[in-house]
């Protein structure tokens, strides 16, 4: 082992360290976590499917959507604090029952999650595109494949 000599001062020889990186934004290594509602196009994933579903049921509670996803209840908590934040979200009162909150989609959120689905189906149609008749047909195939075992796990069917 080499020990470093000491220099005047305290300091020793070694060479400083390397800088460490900069550390990168969260939203660049997960893009899913990306505030809602920014652009219409960069909805997060994530978001997206939370509206749809939201949409789908006509509203529901914060807690049906972390039992719907399987998900931790602080980890919707967050997700719908930011949709609640880009105006996306609202929650309102149960007429049934003053105790509980449920969340509904904005006439915003309606808007945006219309421009994101449409955004969506057209560059699902655009990918692809230049792929031959018997690459779609087995790409067909394999996605009902895919869905059918989705459906079977689910309990679904």
Not at 59 to 81: M, N, P
Not at 85 to 102: I, T
Not at 104 to 132: C, I, K, M, N, Y
Request: aromatic share 4%; glycine share 8%.
């Amino acid at each position: 082992m080499v020990r470093p000599v000491r220099l005047a001062g305290g300091r020793d020889s070694r060479p400083a360290p390397a800088p460490l990186p900069e550390p990168r934004d969260a939203d660049e290594q997960h893009p899913e976590r990306q505030p809602a509602g920014r652009r219409p196009d960069e909805l997060s994933l994530v978001s997206f499917t939370l509206l749809g579903h939201l949409e789908h049921q006509g509203g529901c509670r914060a807690t049906d959507l972390a039992a719907h996803y399987t998900l931790d209840k602080s980890t919707i908590s967050r997700q719908v604090g930011a949709l609640e934040k880009a105006g996306l979200v609202e929650r309102r009162l149960d007429p049934a029952d003053h105790r509980v909150h449920v969340l509904h989609l904005t006439e915003r959120g309606h808007e945006v999650l219309a421009q994101v689905g449409a955004a969506r189906r057209v560059a699902f149609q655009e990918r692809p595109a230049d792929w031959s008749g018997p690459d779609l047909s087995k790409f067909a195939e394999y996605l009902l494949r895919y869905n059918e075992a989705a459906e079977r796990e689910a309990g679904v069917g």
